[in-house]
């Protein structure tokens, strides 16, 4: 009978699985090792990545801080320029004002009436003069009420009837009514050059522009 011994042969096998067995965990561990230096070389990528776009995004914020400034800085000098050219329109309109408003009462004095007197306050325009007739006023203030685009809102103050003193050469006292208006004056938006004087012309058509009927006041 032979008899084979076999130990060796296990002891073999089982320090061969025992060396498979540490290099499988050490390649493991390895692998392990390079995935965890992979992912973190990714991850400061990414960050680096996302500082850079931070930076820029704080550096285009700041550029843009800067020009909302700018034009904040331009809106305050254009909203200037354009309140100082509003005021030099004004100002230059209103130069033309007491033109138009002589050339106004000019046109609209119908016969019969006459104006000795007118004072602008501002505004506010008030006029005396004196009449033949109540009609002669009644119609003044029709024309002007109507058809003037530089005047507003006519209210007659008073009107009282006097009595003319005798002058040489008179043969009997005439009765004549004074009177008192008040007036606003209106700018007219987009008024034409001849607005003021086709409105006129219209109103007393026939009637030549002149102040004739507006004598020096006292």
């Known amino acids: 009978m032979i008899l084979i011994n076999l130990l060796p042969h296990r002891e073999e096998r089982r320090r061969q699985r ?5 290099i ?9 090792a390079l995935m965890a230096v992979t992912w973190y070389g990714a991850v400061q990528q990414l960050t680096q990545t996302q500082q850079a776009r931070n930076s820029f995004l704080r550096a285009e914020i700041g550029r843009l801080d800067g020009q909302i400034k700018d034009i904040a800085s331009l809106r305050t000098e254009i909203e200037g320029l354009k309140a100082r050219q509003g005021a030099v329109e004004d100002l230059q309109l209103n130069r033309n004002v007491p033109v ?3 050339d106004e009462l ?23 003069g ?47 009514f004074e009177f008192a208006l008040r007036m606003s004056i209106k700018l007219p938006g987009a008024a034409a050059p001849g607005a003021a004087a086709s409105a006129a ?15 020096k006041a006292a």
């Open 130 to 176: 004196v009449a033949q007739t109540n009609e002669r006023v009644s119609e003044f203030l029709r024309v002007a009420q109507t058809n003037s685009p530089w005047l507003d809102r006519m209210e007659l103050v008073e009107i009282k009837a006097i009595t003319q003193p005798v002058t040489p050469g008179a043969r009997e006292q005439r009765r004549l």
């Open 18 to 22: 025992k060396r498979l067995f540490f």
């Open 24 to 32: 499988g965990l050490g390649a493991s561990a390895a692998v392990g």
């Open 201 to 215: 012309a219209t109103a007393r058509p026939g009637r030549p522009a002149s102040a004739a009927n507006i004598p």
């Open 100 to 102: 138009h408003l002589l």
């Open 106 to 128: 000019v046109r609209m004095t119908p016969e019969g009436l006459y104006l000795t007197s007118i004072r602008q306050t501002e505004g506010v325009v008030l006029v005396s």
